[in-house]
């Protein structure tokens, strides 16, 4: 079950592009401009309803790669994002991908 709701849930196309969740990640995680580490994992309430084998509405994932890297993709791709300094950082270190005013964020 748990297989499933992710498989469904990559399915997914993000909230403000027509890529989808898969599509997504595969482009952080294949990102050729320079040699990152830019795997990418899922947390909070995505894994908890993965492993539940429900369907959540949006997918929370970090990445090894610097929210640099990840917002460079965005702009390769010409997809909407939100790249900004969180928790007292003083440079960008987050990303939102997709449309920031989507329900879903």
Not at 19 to 37: C, E, F, G, P
């Amino acid at each position: 079950a748990a297989t499933k709701a992710l498989d469904t849930m990559l399915e997914n196309t993000v909230p403000g592009i027509s890529a989808s969740y898969k599509q997504v990640l595969s482009s952080i995680t294949n990102q050729t401009h320079h040699k990152v580490d830019s795997f990418c994992f899922l947390l909070g309430g995505t894994v908890r309803d993965i492993l539940k084998g429900e369907v959540g509405s949006d997918i929370d994932f970090n990445y090894a790669c610097s929210a640099q890297d990840v917002a460079r993709v965005c702009v390769e791709n010409a997809w909407p994002l939100r790249y900004y300094a969180a928790l007292g950082a003083t440079t960008p270190n987050k990303v939102i991908i997709g449309d920031p005013l989507s329900d879903l964020y």
